[in-house]
């Protein structure tokens, strides 16, 4: 057992369960805006975020977990350009505080490393190390 891909798997569920609560809030916040354009790319933003966050989970769930090099690079593709379009769009601008608002990132480079803890780890183990 990879405890190392676990943990990863684990923290990219965390990642995922956050990023539905934050879909669900940003629908919530574009149904207080007036019908629009701005209305439309808050939705889609939710739509998004609910996507990001299914993707981030079923990948744990069925790849991550198993300790996958495929679900290693897709979590690892998808969420980081989620995470850092938040980071340099929402949160270095301020639009949210870095309490609550870094949780995201924070589990995200969690997962990040436990994932490839765990991937270097199976390549040290079939290198015979």
């Not at 916040?29 to 439309?40: A, F, K, S």
């Not at 379009?85 to 990132?105: K, N």
């Amino acid at each position: 057992m990879n405890l190392f891909a676990k943990l990863g798997a684990v923290t990219y569920i965390l990642w995922g369960l956050l990023h539905l609560q934050a879909a669900r809030l940003v629908y919530l916040l574009g149904q207080t805006l007036e019908p629009g354009i701005v209305q439309g790319r808050v939705y889609q933003d939710a739509w998004n975020l609910l996507f990001f966050a299914l993707f981030g989970i079923v990948v744990a769930i069925f790849l991550n977990w198993k300790n996958s090099r495929l679900g290693y690079w897709l979590n690892l593709t998808v969420v980081s350009a989620a995470d850092i379009g938040f980071i340099i769009a929402v949160l270095v601008p301020g639009y949210v505080p870095l309490v609550p608002g870094g949780l995201g990132p924070v589990l995200w480079i969690v997962a990040l490393i436990f994932s490839t803890l765990g991937i270097f780890y199976v390549n040290r183990e079939a290198a015979g190390a």
